[in-house]
């Protein structure tokens, strides 16, 4: 079988192909050996899915309701009920200026990227050649690979501010960030997948700032962000402009299942979002936008998201920390400062091993992580931090992790031995 570049490409080895082939064969056979500390599925959060339960037994109920949710095709820029009461929302309780004509839906917010990425980078009609330029890495893993031609992304080193208690944060380094003439859109997670990182608000007006000048777009990752979810344990104030691509996702809600992501934008790009979807997808799924209809209509998402969903997190994160304090004690590790999201990010500097090598004795032990080398694309000189990292996630059972947390610990303290 003769593969095109494409399907050479979207068939070799990717990242995220093997963190979600990890997750997908411990979950479809039960799980039961395996700590889970590798994905980014959230945990399941009772008071939102008892909202959830509750919404989709009205909708059922319903024979109208319930035909729409299976029977009909939405247009390819989504629902458009949904649409119309999320840009009501982002206008009330935020100022910004939009309107239906700004928003759109994708089946998931992987889909979402791949369509914003390589409508912006890759080779234009003109003849050059631009890219996604990735402030600060390490970044999400999901990114690597969405590229239909390569090279396709450009990364720059963070400064690293050491802080007290064993931790570290990462900033953006404006000083050695070059805006060349091959950048075609600047893309930032915040929080930051894979480490919890968020961007201060001093920073995002800089990085806006910087794609104005440059005619270039700024789009923003706020899959674990304001407004909703909200998984943030600090100041983040919510941003929006004709120049920035907000996207959000219902996964980190407690929704993974219905692959809804959504983007905020200017009418030009929602449009041209809108052509794309109607050529991959037709439509967009119906099921994510029906089921959060009346959280958003009612601005319920909002309350949800800061009582509920967020405390769920937080209070999962400052065990898990407090756990690998213990766990850790006498290696010469590090934790980045936990902002938000559902990760902890852990450096081990001078590692004798690679942090691919860690992974994969923690998996013969049943403990999945993720390998730190994984999150930095573009960078164009090798960096032996990359190697010495470790991304987990503490949003499942409390026990697991606690489980899992000592694993590590014993492992990280052979490979130093």
Same mark, same amino acid.
């Given at each position: 079988m003769k593969l095109s570049q494409f399907g050479e490409q979207f068939t070799g080895g990717a990242g995220i192909l093997s963190l979600m082939d990890d997750l997908g064969n411990a979950l479809a *056979?039960? &799980?039961?050996?395996? %700590?889970?500390?590798? &994905?980014?599925? #959230?945990?399941? +959060?009772p008071g939102f899915q008892e909202? %959830?339960? !509750?919404r989709l037994q009205d909708l059922t109920a319903d024979i109208g309701s319930f035909q729409k949710l299976i029977g009909v095709y939405d247009p390819p820029q989504g629902e458009k009920d949904f649409v119309d009461v999320l840009a009501s929302l982002l206008s009330r309780e935020y100022g910004w200026d939009v309107g239906p004509e700004n928003i759109c839906l994708t089946n998931g917010s992987q889909a979402g990227f791949f369509l914003l990425f390589n409508m912006f980078a890759g080779k234009h009609s003109d003849g050059t050649s631009r !890219? %996604?330029? @990735?402030p600060l890495a390490p970044e999400y893993i999901g990114y690597a690979d969405l590229g239909t031609s390569e090279p396709f992304f450009v990364s720059t080193r963070p400064r690293i501010e050491l802080l007290a208690d064993n931790q570290f944060k990462y900033h953006v380094d404006f000083d050695n960030l070059s805006m060349g003439a091959e950048t075609g859109a600047i893309c930032v997670s915040r929080p *930051?997948? #894979? *480490? &919890?990182n968020v961007l201060t608000?001093?920073?995002i007006v800089k990085l806006d700032t910087l794609a104005k000048e440059h005619g270039v777009p700024l789009i923003l990752d706020n899959a674990y962000g304001v407004p909703f979810p909200g998984i943030i344990y600090t100041s983040a104030k919510p941003v929006w402009n004709e120049n920035i691509i907000v996207c959000l996702s219902l996964s980190k809600l407690g929704l993974p299942a219905v692959r809804t992501g959504i983007m905020v934008a200017r009418k030009e790009v929602i449009n041209a979002v809108s052509g794309m979807n109607a050529i991959m997808n037709l439509a967009t799924g119906s099921f994510g936008a029906m089921l959060a209809h009346e959280l958003v209509e009612s601005g319920e998402v909002l309350k949800v998201s800061q009582n509920v969903i967020k405390p769920f997190y937080q209070q999962k994160m400052e065990k898990a920390v407090e756990n690998f304090h +213990?766990? @850790?004690s006498g290696t010469p590790y590090k934790l980045h400062k936990p902002e938000g999201a559902m990760f902890l990010w852990l450096w081990f500097k001078d590692l004798p091993i690679t942090s691919h090598e860690l992974y994969q004795r923690l998996k013969k032990r049943n403990v999945l992580v993720v390998s730190g080398h994984f999150f930095f694309p573009g960078l164009e000189q090798e960096w032996q931090h990359q190697n010495e990292c470790i991304r +987990? *996630?503490?949003s499942q059972d409390e026990e697991q992790v606690a489980k899992g947390i000592k694993i590590i610990a014993e492992e990280v303290k052979k490979a130093y031995c």
């Open positions: *056979t039960g &799980g039961d050996d395996m %700590i889970m500390m590798g &994905g980014g599925n #959230p945990g399941h +959060v909202i %959830i339960q !509750k !890219k %996604i330029r @990735l *930051t997948n #894979p *480490t &919890g608000d001093d920073e +213990v766990a @850790l +987990v *996630t503490y």
